[in-house]
């Protein structure tokens, strides 16, 4: 049974602020809490229904948790953030993050705000092999629920860091830097080299007016059709192919 003290945790962390105060996040579904009792991260508490306990008591017991609660699913309905509550939630320490500004291909995203967006681009850029995302500070949260959920794990492979974007690039000038553009030299015939930084701006406004002397090649998915544009994490995922097809021979 779940004390008010544990769901007044639970509840306080859909808040950015208490996440980052108590260097907590939630996890929610069998399939990113399984993912999470095999990785590095820690786990400070776990909330699971009976059958899910029973299936997964001997990975719970060959790992350090601080608390086990078992509850029903009217309880865990109760804390969960999703739409129907899935058999277990999580309560996760932050790790502490280790940039490798040296990685091959690093994706910039500014101002990526919408969670949704910001999951699915950290997903993408698992399935491509990106190890590094550095956002702009006012990016959506990564341990925001819905950015944990839409991420499907894939959160706990992508090392991440909310930097100001103008100092990275200037600083790492000697790096390539690929800008994503409604207009600019098409994916499909860009001469990409290693290494290099990814630039995807906000899902409205594109990429800041201050980042622009910093982007050395400006590139554009082609357009066939009458769509105004592409949301950030299909354009993230387009490029990506171009650009992992281009650099395949150095990969």
């Known amino acids: 049974m779940i004390s008010n003290a544990q769901q007044k945790l639970i509840q306080s962390l859909t808040q950015k602020k208490y996440r980052k105060k108590n260097k907590l996040f939630l996890a929610e579904g069998v399939k990113i809490v399984n993912e999470i009792l095999f990785s590095a991260y820690k786990i400070h508490s776990i909330f699971g229904v009976a059958d899910w306990l029973a299936d997964n008591s001997g990975k719970l017991h060959n790992t350090h948790i601080q608390e086990i609660v078992e509850v029903d699913e009217k309880e865990l309905k109760k804390i969960s953030n999703l739409r129907t509550a899935n058999k277990v939630l999580a ?3 932050m790790p502490e993050q280790d940039i490798n500004l040296n ?17 699915t681009i950290i997903r993408i850029a698992d399935w491509y092999g990106i190890d590094t995302i550095i956002c702009s500070e006012d990016c959506a949260d990564i341990y925001n629920p ?6 499907m794990g894939s959160f706990l492979r992508i090392q991440h860091a909310y930097e100001n974007l103008q ?5 790492n ?4 830097s ?3 553009f409604l207009e600019g030299e098409s994916v ?11 630039l995807i701006g906000n899902e409205s406004s594109g990429i800041d007016d201050n980042l622009l002397p910093f982007v050395k090649q400006k590139i554009s998915i082609p357009k066939f059709g009458e769509a105004e544009s592409l949301n950030a994490s299909v354009a993230t995922a387009i490029i990506l192919d171009n650009m992992r097809r ?3 021979v150095e990969s």
């Open 246 to 248: 281009k650099m395949k």
């Open 188 to 198: 499909h015939t860009c001469n990409f080299q290693k290494p290099a930084f990814l």
């Open 173 to 176: 000038s000697d790096r390539n």
């Open 146 to 151: 819905k950015v944990i959920q839409a991420s």
């Open 91 to 93: 309560v996760v320490h």
């Open 167 to 171: 100092e990275i690039l200037s600083s």
């Open 103 to 119: 990685s091959n291909l690093i994706i910039m995203l500014d101002s990526i705000r919408d969670p949704g967006n910001m999951g």
């Open 178 to 180: 690929y800008g994503a």
